[in-house]
């Protein structure tokens, strides 16, 4: 006996009418035309993405490490410069790292353009020594890395 609801819905008698029952009745595909149309939105909204970060991430100050000079076995001179546009302000982590790579001094250091020299066009030049105590014998020193304020 056939049930209108399952011949209507294209499922025979019988056995298939019961999983019909039992699971549902089968789905429907979408269209192809609605197919590409989700998959060009999905690769637009991947491209823009993509373009956001890349755009995000670039940075407008470079960094560089100037020289360093171990004192004693409790301090380290860190010498470190920033190119940054001017009226911008970055902070840096300069560390001092031991023989086996542990930073055994640290400090955050604040560069403001303002207090730099002139590296042409609109950018400015900030070099500092930063005295760091550190807790063992230093081999190195240097930026570890900056962030924008």
């Known amino acids: 006996m056939s049930n209108p609801e399952t011949a209507a819905a294209g499922i025979p008698a019988g056995q298939n009418a019961s999983l019909a029952n039992r699971y549902g009745r089968p789905k429907h595909r979408l269209s192809k035309r609605a197919t590409a149309i989700l998959v060009a939105v999905g690769v637009v909204a991947l491209i823009l993405g993509a373009l956001f970060l890349s755009v995000r991430s670039q940075k407008s100050f470079s960094t560089t490490d100037v020289a360093f000079d171990i004192i004693s076995d409790r301090q380290t001179d860190v010498t470190v ?57 230093a081999v190195t020193g240097g930026m570890h890395g900056c962030r924008e304020n």
Do not use: H, M
Request: aromatic share 6%; hydrophobic share 45%.
């Open 81 to 137: 410069a920033v190119t940054l546009p001017q009226g911008e302000s970055v902070t840096c982590a300069v560390q001092a790292l031991s023989e086996d790579k542990a930073i055994v001094g640290y400090k955050d250091v604040v560069f403001d353009a303002a207090d730099g020299q002139d590296a042409g066009g609109n950018l400015r030049t900030v070099q500092v020594t930063v005295p760091l105590r550190t807790v063992f014998a």
